[in-house]
């Protein structure tokens, strides 16, 4: 199809729009959508095969995709394809418009229907659509493949942790004591997290600006026991401080109800991304400390959770209480050979981990060419 056979049209003419409902109050196998992507799972659903854009908040203009059943929220916008356009395709083009810019309000940025209805989209046929949909696939689900490969690591990292340092399985035949904590063996001690921290703070608050090249990580980069770059924000900052993320920084979720407590390890190592003050981080003062560290939380996102204090909606974990948690203290020896063990698996995360980032800001570049046809398929 030659480039004069390309028709444009607007986003509204080719997709049917509703706003979102309220979430239904129960447990269930249907991903929730709100404006930042997955929140929950219930046993309801209000759509099917659709795209959803944030439509309150920080996330507003953000877009997401789901080709099965799901519920949106009343925090989003449902955006289904009519015939003439492969549902695939629309979210490809429809994630290289800048809603952010289109948005209305000020504190409390809006995104609506009109808004999204009124942007230009270019299709060629059907046929092309679905060539070049597969061009960007074969990179989505290169990196959906070592997501879970990750995940798989991830399982056995966590087993591996729960042997050593709950099941006390290397340890059976020697001595224990007593301790705050239960019967640890001899030799390990209980401390404090802030003994053994040199860093424990929430983060910053950002000035988004799409212009830099300077990230942001908010609550729902925090996901699956990892911090993803995947929801991260534009922002300029003002001063570079401790309050940029370091490679094994262990970030928690620390406000609101649903996520808080979540806990991710940061396997990435990249000099330009903050965090948010929804975080906080936990640096340990030695290198040797920080994989078992970061272990020993994701163990505890429920006690984490329960930490929590206020009203419901107005919750926040305290950060005195995250530095005075109890903390089982092995040898220097166990640590070390648990780092022999646990490391391998850590690089191994770390390397995928990167190559996601490689394949995410080639498929960056090329989907722009590949929807506006500079790129021939």
């Known amino acids: 199809m030659t480039m004069s056979e390309w028709k444009e049209y607007k986003l509204g003419d080719i997709a049917i729009m509703k706003n979102g409902k309220k979430r239904p109050n129960n447990k269930g196998i249907y991903?929730?959508?709100?404006?930042?992507?997955?929140?929950?799972?219930?046993?309801?659903?209000?759509?099917?095969?659709?795209?959803?854009?944030?439509?309150?908040?920080?996330?507003?203009?953000?877009?997401?995709?789901?080709?099965?059943?799901?519920?949106?929220?009343?925090?989003?916008?449902?955006?289904?394809?009519?015939?003439?356009?492969?549902?695939?395709?629309?979210?490809?083009a429809m994630k290289t418009l800048d809603f952010h810019r289109m948005r209305i309000g000020g504190a409390q940025p809006l995104m609506t229907q009109d808004i999204i209805g009124g942007f230009d989209i270019r299709l060629p046929n059907i046929p092309e659509q679905r060539e070049i949909v597969s061009i960007i696939k074969s990179l989505d689900d290169k990196i959906e493949n070592n997501r879970k490969i990750n995940e798989n690591l991830e399982q056995q990292a966590q087993a591996l942790f729960k042997s050593w340092f709950i099941d006390f399985e290397p340890f059976k035949d020697g001595k224990f004591i007593d301790?705050?904590?239960?019967?640890?063996?001899?030799?390990?001690?209980?401390?404090?997290?802030?003994?053994?921290?040199?860093?424990?703070?929430r983060g910053i608050s950002p000035k988004y600006d799409e212009t830099t090249e300077e990230f942001v990580l908010g609550q729902t980069c925090v996901r699956n026991n990892i911090v993803t770059l995947n929801n991260a924000r534009k922002h300029r900052p003002k001063v570079k401080n401790e309050k940029w993320t370091k490679q094994w920084d262990v970030l928690?979720?620390?406000?609101?109800?649903?996520?808080?407590?979540?806990?991710?390890?940061?396997?990435?190592?990249?000099?330009?991304?903050?965090?948010?003050?929804?975080?906080?981080?936990?640096?340990?003062?030695?290198?040797?400390?920080?994989?078992?560290?970061?272990?020993?939380?994701?163990?505890?996102?429920?006690?984490?959770?329960?930490?929590?204090?206020?009203?419901?909606?107005?919750?926040?974990?305290?950060?005195?209480?995250?530095?005075?948690?109890?903390?089982?203290?092995?040898?220097?020896?166990?640590?070390k050979k648990f780092n022999e063990l646990i490391k391998p698996m850590a690089l191994q995360m770390y390397h995928l981990i990167n190559e996601n980032i490689s394949l995410s800001q080639t498929r960056d570049t090329v989907l722009p060419k590949l929807m506006s046809g500079e790129i021939k398929v």
């Open 31 to 92: 991903p929730v959508y709100g404006g930042n992507g997955i929140m929950d799972y219930c046993n309801d659903y209000n759509s099917e095969a659709t795209i959803i854009v944030g439509r309150v908040g920080a996330y507003c203009g953000c877009v997401y995709l789901c080709k099965s059943k799901c519920w949106v929220t009343d925090n989003a916008i449902s955006v289904s394809a009519k015939d003439s356009v492969d549902l695939e395709y629309l979210f490809y």
């Open 179 to 201: 301790s705050e904590l239960g019967p640890i063996p001899q030799g390990w001690r209980v401390g404090t997290l802030d003994e053994i921290c040199c860093f424990i703070s």
């Open 252 to 335: 928690i979720n620390s406000t609101g109800v649903g996520s808080l407590g979540r806990v991710g390890i940061v396997y990435f190592d990249k000099a330009n991304v903050a965090f948010d003050s929804h975080l906080t981080v936990v640096r340990t003062k030695d290198d040797i400390t920080r994989l078992y560290v970061g272990r020993n939380l994701l163990n505890r996102q429920l006690e984490i959770e329960n930490m929590a204090v206020g009203s419901t909606g107005q919750t926040e974990l305290p950060r005195d209480s995250v530095k005075s948690m109890p903390i089982i203290i092995p040898t220097h020896f166990v640590i």
